[in-house]
Nanobody, 123 residues
């Protein structure tokens, strides 16, 4: 499945953004979906994941309580609502889908990746 991430931009600290991840076909609904991010000079890190039905989610400690992952399988689309953004949230955000059931935090659990969308949070 091909993924297209969008919704990034420049926002002030404390603001909000919603990222979207549009999938190319219906096989998306069979897979868990995750969001990862990569800041300049850093390794890509796990942000959040959701199982195929949307009933189970898991978050990195750094975003827990501020970010919400969701999906609409009728639209083949996943989302990441980001509130109370901080400058340290600045990164390129990637969505991913993969065959490992349940919730997974490892990159190796995902075999389809979007191209990334830049999120910049100013102080």
């Amino acid at each position: 499945v091909q993924l297209q991430a969008s919704g990034g931009g420049l926002v002030q600290a404390g603001g909000s953004l919603r990222l979207s991840c549009a999938a190319s076909d219906r096989t998306f609904i069979l897979y868990p979906m995750g969001w990862f991010r990569q800041a300049p000079g850093e390794d890509r890190e796990f942000v959040a994941t959701i199982n195929w039905k949307g009933g189970r989610t898991y978050y990195a400690d750094s975003v827990k309580g501020r970010f919400t992952i969701s999906r609409d399988n009728t639209k083949n689309t996943g989302y990441l609502q980001m509130n109370s953004l901080k400058p340290e949230d600045t990164a390129v955000y990637y969505c991913a889908a993969g065959p490992v059931p349940g919730v997974a935090v490892e990159e190796s659990s995902y075999d389809s990746w979007g191209q990334g969308t830049q999120v910049t949070v100013s102080s």
